[in-house]
């Protein structure tokens, strides 16, 4: 039998007001792993006025979203658009999630930039 892994791990590091947050995504993701996700990424911002994100999201395992899933994402994204410094994304699925990227900026104001390359992710997210 096979073992089908899918979900969202976050890592959530808060200096003042300033966040840095990993995000890992595997396999395909559902509603149910947002339900997760959501109040844990809700509970950490709440009472901070105006935080300013720096967000890592390692897509390298990634296989897409249920629909549900891509709806509760681009509602995440609404709410907390403004929050984002910086978001580097990371995979090696380059049209996918490089056009994926370039939608998201529509919605975050900060900068959104895909990379192949996890240190150059990690020296831009840094500066």
């Known amino acids: 039998m096979k073992t089908y892994r899918h979900g969202l791990t976050i890592g959530i590091e808060r200096i003042?007001?300033?966040?840095?947050?990993?995000?890992?995504?595997?396999?395909k993701l559902t509603h149910q792993d947002y339900e997760?996700?959501?109040?844990?990424?809700?509970?950490a911002l709440k009472g901070i006025d105006e935080p300013k994100i720096k967000a890592f999201v390692?897509?390298?395992e990634f296989e897409g979203w249920e629909l549900q899933a891509a709806w509760d994402d681009l509602k995440l994204g609404l709410k907390h658009g403004s929050e984002f410094?910086?978001?580097a994304i990371l995979s090696n699925k380059s049209n996918?999630?490089?056009?994926?990227?370039k939608i998201a900026s529509w919605f975050i104001n900060g900068e959104?930039?895909?990379f192949?390359?996890?240190?150059?992710?990690?020296?831009w997210l840094n500066k």
């Open 36 to 43: 997760t996700i959501t109040p844990l990424l809700e509970n």
């Open 58 to 60: 390692d897509c390298t």
């Open 16 to 27: 003042n007001n300033n966040f840095f947050l990993s995000f890992k995504a595997i396999g």
């Open 116 to 123: 192949e390359d996890l240190q150059e992710a990690m020296a």
């Open 85 to 87: 410094e910086k978001i």
């Open 112 to 114: 959104i930039k895909y």
């Open 96 to 101: 996918l999630l490089e056009l994926g990227s």
